[in-house]
């Protein structure tokens, strides 16, 4: 690849982001394209602790601005020292959520402000956006009875056990963000079957990776 390409794939929880960047990470390993695969929060080692804070601590009740701050301290970290210098070598790389997670749940769903969240997120990643953000569209209706599959109640996040208005108010983020910015954002209804799903991503990113090695 003559430069990296970088690709987030967004959604609610139970969306199947994980379902869906396995298909694509097998893909992409049959076609010998050098790429990595990462997350967010929890792409570094400072990262996998802010996420043990963020997804396992409910007792810690950690306020919405706190919150937003421990999403961008994880960022800045894996942008310097994964992201950007993968990019930099060439590689595709896959996050699981990035900046515009940070904007519907702590910026819309908390009620800090897109603006805001926008602002510190753009320091944190240095500028370097998504070249696609794939959001895998979910009703709320179907969270609970997709992110409690093979759970039990003890080891369910604070962020799964959200009440379904919560997760329509995030879901109409989304959206909205994706209606703002269709160039980027490509939204892909995330209760088709889980092959329809995979090959409605490979054709937005099939093209991506030949016009980045022609």
Same mark, same amino acid.
């Given at each position: ?14 969306a199947?982001?994980?379902?869906q ?28 602790? +802010? $996420? *043990? &804070?963020? #997804? ?5 009740? /950690?306020?919405? @601005? ?13 942008f310097?020292t ?34 805001? +969240? $926008? *602002? &510190?997120? #753009? ?5 370097? /956006?998504?070249? @696609? ?56 209804d ?5 092959? /329809?799903?995979h ?16």
């Amino acid at each position: 690849m003559r430069k990296g390409l970088f690709i987030s794939f967004e959604g609610l929880d139970g969306a199947g982001k994980t379902t869906q960047l396995q298909l694509l990470h097998h893909w992409l390993e049959q076609r010998g394209v050098d790429f990595l695969r990462t997350r967010e929060p929890g792409g570094t080692p400072l990262g996998v602790e +802010i $996420r *043990r &804070l963020l #997804l396992e601590r409910a007792d810690l009740h /950690v306020t919405p @601005l706190a919150e937003a701050f421990l999403f961008q301290a994880d960022r800045a970290q894996h942008f310097a020292t994964v992201i950007v210098p993968a990019l930099d070598a060439g590689k595709l790389v896959l996050t699981d959520r990035c900046f515009d997670s940070s904007m519907v749940y702590q910026g819309a769903a908390r009620g800090l402000g897109t603006d805001l +969240i $926008r *602002r &510190l997120s #753009l320091l944190a990643m240095g500028g370097r /956006v998504p070249d @696609l953000t794939i959001l895998l569209d979910l009703d709320p209706a179907k969270v609970h009875s997709r992110t409690a599959e093979g759970k039990d109640r003890a080891h369910r996040t604070h962020f799964d056990q959200a009440e379904e208005a919560f997760h329509r108010t995030l879901r109409s983020a989304f959206l909205a963000l994706a209606q703002a910015h269709p160039e980027r954002i490509k939204v892909i209804d995330a209760s088709l079957p889980p092959d /329809v799903v995979h090959a409605h991503i490979i054709a937005l990113i099939e093209p991506l990776l030949q016009q980045n090695e022609g």
